[in-house]
């Protein structure tokens, strides 16, 4: 019986001691490729370029436009996640608030909520060797109306844009990147059943330093029925650990709109 006991308990160390070995020997699958790209602080991407599962942000930000015969006073709040490799979401609420110009007696738009954001982008490509990366992407958002408009009209949803998007970035060396986003935005009125169709073509360059930080210019254009805009977007980020950073921009228009005029905004990134 001891002899038996004996064999028994060899037996069950030599398989613990091979499971074991077997258990350290398993390599975990390796990560898929990213490449860091830097990203544009105005119109930002719907998730990194490349993103792993699992992967998270939230941004809040707030700025300050000159519009000429008032101001108004912008904010978001979004969240963005990688719910599969190369595969992000995003939900966005923007709201707006305006302010008469001391100047100016005229009429101005009214306080809202702009609306409520969804968002997805697929990273298709993602070379080590050209050091680039692109994605497909696609934007609805859900216009809301006016606090006064829904109260006198009961009309929660004034209208809805569709953004069909194309991102491509190149990293030139390891301290200067580009990145170009555009698409065409299609907008429908729900009141009249209208259409306005526009295009956006936002270039970006920007010198990445060692830890995160960097300057650049963001450089967003408009082509749509009316005159075309050009605003540049000097820009500078900060970024104080892994998970927070800090950005702040200008905006400098280089065509002369008599609504537009400078302005300025702060974004706050966090990864949770």
């Excluded at 216009?143 to 069909?164: C, K, M």
Aim: hydrophobic letters at 40%.
């Amino acid at each position: 019986m001891k002899n038996i006991i004996t064999i028994l308990l060899l037996t069950l160390s030599v398989f613990s001691a091979n499971a074991q070995q077997l258990k350290d020997s398993v390599v975990p699958p390796a990560k898929p490729l990213k490449l860091s790209h830097a990203e544009p602080l105005f119109i930002d991407l719907i998730r990194d370029l490349g993103a792993r599962k699992g992967e998270k942000e939230i941004n809040v930000g707030f700025g300050v436009n000159d519009e000429k015969q008032y101001l108004s006073y912008t904010g978001f709040v979004e969240y963005e996640f990688a719910v599969a490799n190369r595969l992000g979401l995003e939900i966005e609420v923007p709201f707006e608030i305006y302010q008469h110009n001391h100047q100016q007696t005229l009429s101005m738009p009214d306080n809202r909520i702009e609306g409520v954001k969804l968002a997805t982008q697929y990273t298709f490509m993602v070379s080590e060797k050209y050091q680039t990366s692109m994605a497909v992407g696609y934007i609805q958002e859900f216009e809301l109306s006016s606090f006064s408009d829904i109260d006198h009209n009961g009309r929660l949803f004034e209208g809805t844009l569709y953004n069909p998007i194309f991102i491509a970035a190149k990293r030139w060396t390891p301290n200067i990147h580009t990145l170009l986003y555009t698409g065409p935005v299609f907008e429908q009125f729900f009141a009249t059943n209208t259409w306005e169709t526009s295009a956006q073509v936002n270039a970006n360059l920007h010198y990445v330093f060692t830890g995160g930080n960097f300057v650049g210019l963001e450089t967003n254009m408009e082509f749509s029925h009316e005159k075309p805009s050009f605003v540049f977007r000097p820009q500078f980020k900060l970024q104080f650990s892994k998970k927070v950073s800090l950005g702040f921009l200008a905006g400098i228009p280089a065509t002369n709109h008599s609504h537009q005029g400078l302005s300025g905004m702060t974004r706050l990134i966090w990864v949770p």
